[in-house]
């Protein structure tokens, strides 16, 4: 069928083969799992290996300061550092909004180890344990 134009329609199988034919082609390393350990690495959300920066834990102003540089963060409440991959990572907007009103804190009896990460795509704070910041780890 043909419109006024004179362009053909396309038919519901080009329009499947159009729709197939974008599909992301998977890692050649279908071990590595985006926000995720795979074996020892850290991987960040576009799939960087992270390592870790220093032996330094963070405390609540340099995790601030680092979030308002840009740093990422992912959040192990368990406190096993994100083994058992149960991570959560707040949305950057989130973040910036929560560094840009307050500096995070420890709870007395169940302080958190916040250690700095770093992969080609920036820093990623490794947050192992329970901190206080607005409504982030709720």
Request: glycine residues 10%.
């Amino acid at each position: 069928m043909s419109s006024k134009s004179g362009s053909k329609k396309q038919t519901f199988a080009e329009i499947v083969a159009a729709v197939e034919s974008d599909v992301p082609v998977p890692s050649k390393d279908s071990a590595i799992s985006p926000g995720r350990f795979s074996g020892d690495t850290l991987y960040d959300l576009a799939g960087h290996a992270l390592r870790e920066v220093d032996d330094h834990a963070l405390d609540p102003a340099e995790i601030r300061d680092a979030v308002l540089a840009g740093a990422l963060l992912a959040w192990d409440s368990c406190g096993c550092g994100g083994y058992c991959n149960t991570l959560k990572w707040p949305d950057p907007e989130s973040l910036l909004r929560e560094a840009s009103s307050a500096i995070p804190r420890f709870r007395k009896n169940h302080p958190a180890r916040v250690t700095r990460l770093r992969g080609e795509g920036g820093d990623v704070l490794l947050v192992a344990g329970d901190l206080r910041w607005g409504d982030l780890f709720r």
